[in-house]
């Protein structure tokens, strides 16, 4: 079945350094990318997401890549900050989305960003 | 964003009685919802998709008996854990689309 691989579990890094955090997934009809960030006890929140026409989406701080060839995409965080701690997801849809896809899900990377 | 309400947030039950979970989408209309579990540090694994007016499509090894969906309008969907027994016992979270999928608060379900 479709299957979404995250790396790394675990992530630390230095307050201002960036993070990365990469994923690849396997179904080929797949075509939006969101990823998200969950705190302890919430609900996973939507930080960025990506559909399969662009390669690079921005954000402020934050930016996805996307290569769709090699079924990768990666979440990009620069100038990290404390409160950018939590645990971040990504995601593809089950198949080609529309209003009401189901998403596949990473296992998750806990980002620890230390002052 | 859009707004997708869950309700309980938390729940305990004893083993054998049933629990329904409420999942709203308050600000826009959801033909289509999501139904997902995720235990503690682990990620969320898709139970089932809920359908407005018809059935639920259910993930292979999911037991649509035990977890029932209804759907019964284009903003809430609830899911029954039937019996529940303390293997049930997890962070069920719901989720609803319009372009993004927005979540609701997940319930905690402790079943004793």
């Known amino acids: 079945g479709e299957n979404v691989e995250q790396h790394p579990s675990t992530l630390s890094v230095q307050e201002g350094d960036s993070a990365v955090i990469k994923c690849t997934y396997s179904?080929?009809?797949?075509?939006?990318f969101p990823w998200y960030k969950q705190e302890l006890g919430k609900r996973p929140q939507l930080i960025i997401d990506?559909?399969?026409?662009?390669g690079e989406k921005k954000d402020q701080r934050i930016a996805v890549t996307l290569n769709k060839t090699a079924k990768h995409f990666s979440l990009h965080i620069t100038e990290t900050q404390p409160e950018d701690s939590a645990v971040y997801f990504c995601?593809?849809?089950?198949?080609?989305?529309?209003?009401?896809?189901?998403?596949?899900f990473g296992k998750g990377t806990t980002l620890s960003v230390s002052s | 964003g859009a707004v997708v309400s869950q309700h309980p947030s938390w729940v305990i039950c004893k083993s054998g009685t049933s629990v329904k979970i409420e999942c709203r989408s308050l600000d826009f209309q959801a033909t289509t919802m999501f139904w997902y579990r995720q235990f503690p540090k682990q990620s969320l694994m898709l139970m089932a998709t809920?359908?407005?007016?018809?059935?639920?499509?259910?993930e292979q090894g999911v037991e649509k008996d035990k977890f029932l969906i209804n759907h019964a309008s284009l903003t809430l969907s609830t899911l029954t854990v039937t019996s529940a027994h303390p293997e049930d016992s997890s962070f069920y979270i719901c989720s609803a689309s319009e372009v993004a999928a927005f979540f609701g608060q997940g319930t905690r379900l402790t079943v004793v």
């Open positions: 990506i559909r399969s026409n662009v």
């Open positions: 809920s359908n407005e007016g018809s059935k639920a499509t259910y």
């Open positions: 995601a593809a849809s089950k198949g080609a989305n529309q209003a009401g896809t189901a998403l596949i």
């Open positions: 179904d080929s009809a797949s075509n939006y």
